[in-house]
């Protein structure tokens, strides 16, 4: 109101997320400032993408509960709110994981999420870096109660690199952000409503302009993937090494992960952060062109920069990194200097998961074979 | 014989055109608006109490209060003619018979908010109704009442029918917003609210006909005296569309006083339950609110008779009340299955969903194959928790209210009805070929212990 005397607003907000206490500005959502703080506090983000202006609200794994709405108003907010939509107030209190709620509603939203999902995640290309395989181990639970048929959908080719699979989309609407604000006319949308509502290209039209290829970057699932990797490989036998190349697309800014496996380039992506976002570079998104994306694939077009930096926890970096510190052996100093008495060494007897074989050596799965005492011949060499 | 402010000029024949409609006393409300401050026109309306008769029951004095007025952005008053809750017909009637009792009501209301664009937007089924409007603006027009200068006071105003297409959710102020704006009607994720940010980022009031209609009133007779007539909050008086199994379905005009027995049983309103059923439920406010069985429906968990206004319908909360919603009320005698009643709503709310939030998109439609399966003798009893469960989980966590309106009338026929679901699953071939009737409801009104 405009009578009211207002008092300067201050500079920061304090808002306390899960008893932890952050200053943040004025504007910044519950979730940014949760991801400022990190771990555990962050809620899960499905729809929300910090780079697509307009984005967040759909998806309700984000939901928190308000304990205190601010400083001038302490009451609590009636419902659980949408932290990616809802911004901080002076004072605020809110309860992620410390709320009797959230984990409740949180694991209800996940198990709505996955009613129509295929869970096809074995011949998915989205297996290890899909967010909704990680929030169902995070925040679902094991079974599901669904027993009627699931929606499905027509695979569905939209322009020559990316292919649609409408049946395993979650519709966060990120894909149509990214048609609506990079690329330079918009193409597709949703047709149709409820649960039976799909992202279209309005009569399977292509998709061709530099940008498209940010769809599958930003698709938090396996519903649009890269034709040009499409059951090429798993992510997680491949190494992310970052990249760049000067890029003639003055919109492109020509750093990206190469996804390799010996010399061979498998894929092209945009750099991404650990919440899963294209970063940025001074401000500006780091998207990438589809020349850079889908046509660049030899070591010889890039500039390799070094091993892209992949979180410990992500199945991704598994067996790829060698451990410098190898843990001491516990054992002896649990049981106060005396050596333990084995009554038998199982490496001795079985050529199975031999501790003198280094996993992180070999640049493939590991293999029965490589337990052998005498490798087989020809098996180096069939990478 | 209670008052009729909105309908008692309905059946003057003629009154759909502007001359009769003049001639009987139309459009004084802006004669008398024009000479006063807007200001003043919000507060007689506060002072009137009248509540959001789409639904929602929101005080109109202060929805119209919290309206933004920015220096050199233009403000919008929207008609939400999107009439589509099951049940509900009231507006269609009004706009029907008499267009120009809505169109004095927007111009009052358009003056008193400072919009000079209003638009009315009208669901895509009542093509006819949208034709009569369209008329009835070029009357008012013809007449100085519309367009610049509006009866020499300076006030400029134009009105605009848009057709929608119809959707329900469009029936939700921000997914009409959307719709209005030519884009998808999904709701928008609030806040800004349309007080603030509404159509094309302008500060915007969506109010329903009805609403808008009985400020004509309010103006002629003044706030005070509007707010003598009914009880408590519930002031004025409230269209009700009555339908399902009574003898005399149609539009009622009451004052809020009588009571919910009176409303079904007298001659003067639905005339009874035709060939001599008894009743066994009612949805009193349009499908989602929730149902209640007879013994509820008349009497309170108190033990008060029950009166048709918001206070007393929603007295005892969700656990033994409903609410007044848009004033549909569904009337269903014993021949009437709930489970079969409740499966036609839940396919009708996943039919509507937007599908842009994961609770509503997904939820509705596990409700829907739940409820068809017990329908049709496949259900297991664990399916009646699950249910209970999955309505629990979408109440409160979507973006829009459909979300809870789907949830509810799911939750109020197993909390109500539980019996009947159970001998739905128990006897699955019994319950193909005849109706669970009113084995528990019928003679003893039996009143559950409240929480």
């Known amino acids: 109101m405009a009578e009211e005397v207002k008092a300067a607003p201050p500079a920061t907000f304090k808002v306390t997320i899960d008893n932890i206490t952050i200053d943040v500005k004025p504007g910044t959502s519950i979730l940014n400032a949760a991801r400022q703080i990190g771990g555990d506090v962050t809620p899960p983000a499905m729809c929300y993408y910090s780079k697509l202006e307009g984005s967040g609200g759909k998806c309700r794994t984000c939901l928190v509960e308000v304990a205190a709405g601010s400083t001038a108003d302490p009451r609590p907010m009636p419902k659980l709110v949408a932290s990616c939509r809802t911004n901080v107030m002076d004072g605020m209190i809110v309860k992620n994981m410390t709320s009797e709620k959230v984990p409740d509603a949180r694991a209800g939203v996940v198990e709505f999420l996955l009613l129509n999902h295929p869970l096809d995640c074995p011949i998915c290309d989205q297996a290890g870096e899909c967010h909704l395989q990680d929030l169902g181990y995070d925040h679902g639970k094991a079974g599901t109660r669904y027993q009627f048929s699931r929606r499905t959908f027509a695979r569905e080719d939209i322009g020559p690199y990316i292919q649609l699979h409408m049946t395993r989309c979650i519709l966060c609407y990120r894909c149509t952000y990214v048609a609506d604000q990079i690329t330079d006319k918009r193409v597709h949308g949703i047709v149709d409503r409820g649960d039976h509502a799909a992202i279209s290209t309005y009569i399977s039209k292509a998709i061709d302009n530099d940008f498209s290829g940010n769809m599958i970057d930003v698709c938090p699932v396996g519903a649009l993937t890269d034709k040009t990797f499409r059951f090429k490989n798993r992510v997680w036998f491949t190494k992310p090494v970052d990249a760049h190349r000067n890029c003639e697309n003055p919109k492109c800014c020509g750093k990206a992960t190469l996804w390799l496996r010996g010399d061979e380039v498998f894929r092209v992506t945009a750099r991404k952060d650990e919440w899963g976002e294209v970063q940025s570079y001074d401000g500006k998104v780091g998207w990438i062109c589809n020349t850079c994306r889908f046509d660049k694939k030899e070591t010889k077009d890039w500039t390799i920069e070094g091993v892209t930096n992949i979180s410990r926890h992500s199945v991704i970096g598994a067996n790829k990194y060698k451990v410098l510190d190898v843990p001491g052996e516990t054992v002896s100093k649990v049981m106060g200097g005396r050596a333990p008495k084995l009554l038998m060494d199982i490496h001795n007897v079985s050529g199975v998961n031999n501790p003198d074989i280094d996993l992180s050596d070999l640049q493939r799965p590991a293999h029965s074979g490589d337990f052998k005492k005498d490798p087989e011949p020809g098996l180096e060499s069939k990478n | ?451």
């Open chain 2, 1 to 451: 014989m209670s008052i009729k402010l909105l309908l008692d000029k309905a059946h003057v024949p003629g009154i759909r055109g502007f001359e009769v409609y003049r001639r009987e006393g139309g459009y004084r409300s802006v004669e008398k608006a024009l000479k006063m401050q807007p200001a003043d026109i919000v507060e007689e309306v506060k002072k009137s109490g009248l509540r959001g008769r789409g639904g929602a029951g929101f005080p109109t004095g202060m929805k119209w209060s919290f309206i933004a007025k920015p220096e050199g952005v233009p403000r919008h008053l929207v008609c939400n003619a999107d009439e589509s809750e099951p049940g509900t017909f009231k507006d269609r009637y009004l706009m029907e018979f008499i267009p120009h009792l809505l169109i004095e009501g927007m111009i009052v209301s358009s003056f008193a908010l400072g919009s000079n664009t209003s638009y009315i937007y009208i669901r895509g089924e009542y093509d006819w109704v949208s034709d009569i409007l369209e008329e009835a603006i070029a009357e008012a027009r013809k007449n100085g009442f519309l367009g610049k200068n509006i009866q020499g006071s300076g006030f400029d105003c134009e009105m605009y029918v848009h057709r929608g297409a119809g959707a329900y959710i469009c029936g939700e102020e921000t997914a009409l917003i959307e719709s209005l704006e030519g884009k998808r009607g999904n709701p928008r994720i609030k806040p800004p609210f349309p007080a603030i940010q509404g159509v094309w980022a302008r500060p915007t009031v969506v109010n329903n006909v009805e609403t808008l209609a009985a400020v004509v009133p309010i103006l002629n007779m003044g706030g005070e005296e509007y707010a003598k007539i009914g009880v408590g909050k519930s002031t004025g008086t409230k269209l009700i569309s009555a339908c399902g199994n009574i003898n005399k379905p149609g539009i009622y005009e009451i004052d809020m006083t009588i009571s919910v027995e009176e409303f079904i049983f007298s001659d003067e309103y639905c005339g009874g339950i035709p060939n001599g059923k008894r009743l066994k439920a009612c949805i009193p406010g349009g499908s989602s609110v929730p149902i209640l069985p007879a013994n509820l429906l008349l009497t309170t968990a108190k033990g008060e008779k029950r009166l048709m206004n918001y206070e007393s319908l929603s007295d005892g909360g969700f656990a033994t009340g409903t609410m007044m919603g848009s004033g549909g009320f569904i009337v269903l005698d014993e021949d009437q299955c709930v489970v079969k009643h409740t499966y036609t709503l839940a396919r009708f709310y996943r039919h509507e969903s937007c599908g842009q939030c994961s609770p509503c998109r997904e939820g509705t439609g596990w409700m829907e194959k739940i409820l068809k399966s017990i329908e049709e003798g496949k259900g297991k009893m664990s399916d009646i928790d699950l249910l209970w469960d999955i309505q629990r989980r979408i109440e409160g966590n979507t973006i829009c209210p459909l979300g809870d309106a789907a949830a509810w009338p799911v939750a109020a026929a197993i909390r109500h009805f539980r019996d009947e679901f159970e001998w739905h699953v128990n006897n699955p071939e019994l319950s193909q070929k005849e109706n669970y009737g009113l084995r528990h409801y019928a003679d003893e009104l039996h009143v559950p212990v409240t929480a």
